[in-house]
């Protein structure tokens, strides 16, 4: 066989796709679901704070109202009504919209998908955060994408080295992720918002922006996204999602962009997909038409609040004298720094041995890692247990490690 298998031995696959690899935090994540364990590294949402009674009253009555239609394929960019709700809510958020700016995706993450092989390619370079969310990374890598880290304070961005990164790169995109990052956990105020926008608004460079934890505040007034500056209007895609918000096992996203980039966008997710699941959009739709949404999150938004406060009160006494960590206003993330020479990795195989598991920092920077810093979850896991958990890494830290 010339073209197969047979020939080398070796499948015939892209080599550069094959050599991306997966994420080593798939594995951890896979450690952390076995018995015993106390999880501080998954970044789903709270089991029990779904509303499952609610979903499966929305999708009932959709396949009693709309039938067959409800099963049938439907268009790639999305159920028009969907796109109308989430067109509302954008504009709610200071961002203007409507359907006709908006394509439902199959999670944010098919949307950074079809952003790495659209707007990104093969040596096109993206500017980050650093560290970043990985998966955004890895979609982005697929269509040949390289990273250049942007250095980032307290509130994200430094608009002045964006800008020198900017001059000195050439970048394609800046990518992110402005409101309770993943991982750190930081959010850029409104000011820092506004310079960044500035200098976006100098360069010829999209701005991918990538906001799925938003709704997830504890205290402050919502940001409007950087994306809302109409300066940045015709180069500025802005991504959503239900995961955080309603349930991530459905799998509804969405970008919002020009529409010349959504036609191109709409296009290759035919290739690739066709659709996104036409009753799990029309199912999303009416439990959002049929629900309050601030009143379903209030009490999610509180229950987070106090597993972050029983995380972040107790990391005082776990972690090891000299660590850092903060107090995030929202989202699932605090992000903590060991004093050198700590390192979260090593550290990690002894916490594994404890029953307790974390992410280390490093997996997260596209440029010079940071060994002494990790990312603790503070959602999944009870009040109870993190308080549990807490003891297992002072155990750790304490007696059980060492440097
Ligand atoms: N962006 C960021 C920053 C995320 O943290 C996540 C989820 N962990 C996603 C995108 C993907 O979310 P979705 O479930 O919508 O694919």
Redesign the pocket.
């Known amino acids: 066989m010339v073209n197969g298998v047979l020939r080398s031995g070796v499948p015939p696959v892209n080599a550069r796709v094959a050599s991306l690899g997966g994420s080593p935090i798939r594995e951890l994540l896979r450690i952390s679901t076995s018995p015993g364990m106390i999880s501080f590294a998954s970044?789903s949402p709270a089991n029990e704070l779904f509303d499952v009674a609610g979903v499966a009253r929305s999708y009932a009555e959709v396949l009693a109202a709309e039938g067959p239609r409800a099963l049938q394929y439907s268009s790639t960019e999305g159920e028009p009504e969907l796109r109308a709700r989430i067109g509302a809510f954008l504009t709610a958020k200071g961002i203007w919209s409507t359907a006709e700016d908006i394509i439902i995706t199959s999670?944010?993450?098919?949307?950074?998908g079809l952003i790495g092989q659209v707007v990104l390619e093969e040596g096109a370079v993206v500017l980050t955060e650093n560290p970043t969310?990985v998966?955004?990374l890895q979609a982005f890598a697929l269509g040949g994408a390289q990273f250049r880290a942007v250095e980032t304070d307290e509130h994200g961005m430094v608009p002045e080295a964006l800008e020198a990164a900017i001059v000195r790169h050439s970048p394609r995109a800046v990518y992110t992720?402005p409101t309770f990052?993943?991982p750190t956990g930081v959010t850029t105020p409104r000011e820092r918002r506004n310079e960044l926008a500035d200098v976006l608004a100098r360069h010829d460079v999209w701005l991918i922006e990538?906001d799925?934890?938003s709704e997830i505040r504890f205290r402050t007034e919502p940001h409007s996204p950087i994306a809302s500056d109409p300066r940045l209007a015709g180069k500025s895609l802005y991504?959503g999602?239900?995961?955080?918000i309603l349930a991530?096992g459905l799998?509804?996203?969405w970008i919002r962009g020009p529409q010349e980039i959504l036609d191109v966008l709409t296009t290759t997710k035919q290739g690739m997909s066709l659709q996104t699941s036409t009753i799990d959009q029309l199912a999303a739709l009416h439990w959002w038409e049929h629900n309050d949404l601030e009143e379903k999150l209030d009490p999610v938004r509180a229950e987070y609040m106090r597993r972050r406060d029983t995380m972040v009160d107790g990391l005082a006494h776990a972690l090891p004298e000299g660590s850092t960590f903060n107090r995030p206003d929202g989202g699932m993330f605090v992000w903590a720094s060991l004093p050198e020479p700590y390192d979260a990795n090593h550290a990690l195989s002894v916490a594994i041995a404890d029953g307790v598991v974390y992410i280390p920092g490093s997996h997260f920077y596209v440029a010079d890692p940071v060994p002494g810093t990790l990312r603790l979850s503070f959602v999944s896991t009870s009040v109870e247990r993190i308080e549990e958990g807490i003891e297992r890494l002072h155990a750790v830290f304490t007696y059980d490690y060492q440097i």
């Open positions: 970044g999670g944010s993450q098919q949307g950074l969310f998966s955004a992720i990052q993943n990538d799925p934890y991504l999602t239900l995961s955080k991530p799998r509804i996203g």
